[in-house]
């Protein structure tokens, strides 16, 4: 049984947990998601590098998503967000708003008023 130990560990949490896990990578600590850093060196094992593939994934929503959504999606300052539209190429927030209110102002009219007035 040692052996089998040695070769499978079993961390501590596992074993404190009655049910499953309801996090995808489970930590070290009983109902808590692993560490950042512990992430990161796994899947730097794997020959994975996470900064990059972050990085990517946030030009793929910066180009996307007006900065004003990416900034409160991902909890990025408002210039930050900016300065990540930017880089991806994005639209800008002028360009965004502009799409919305065109948006409004082709809906079609209610019933008994204009598409701005109350139902």
């Known amino acids: 049984m040692i052996r089998e130990l040695v070769r499978h560990p079993v961390s ?3 074993c404190l947990e009655p049910d ?4 995808l990578f489970p930590g070290s600590r009983a109902g808590r998601p692993m560490e950042p850093v512990s992430m990161s060196r796994r899947l730097k094992a794997l020959g994975i590098r ?3 593939t972050r990085n990517a994934s946030l030009m793929v929503l910066a180009a996307a998503l007006p900065a004003i959504v990416f900034s409160r999606l991902l ?4 210039r930050t967000a900016a300065n990540w539209t930017a880089q991806s190429g ?8 502009h799409r919305t209110h065109r948006a409004a102002a082709a809906q079609p009219m209610r019933r008994g008023g204009s ?4 139902p």
Do not use: M, N, Q
């Open 20 to 23: 499953p896990s309801r996090w």
């Open 90 to 97: 994005g639209e800008d927030a002028s360009h965004a708003a």
């Open 75 to 78: 909890g990025f300052s408002e």
């Open 50 to 52: 996470p900064r990059p």
């Open 12 to 14: 501590k949490a596992h």
């Open 115 to 118: 598409a701005d007035s109350a």
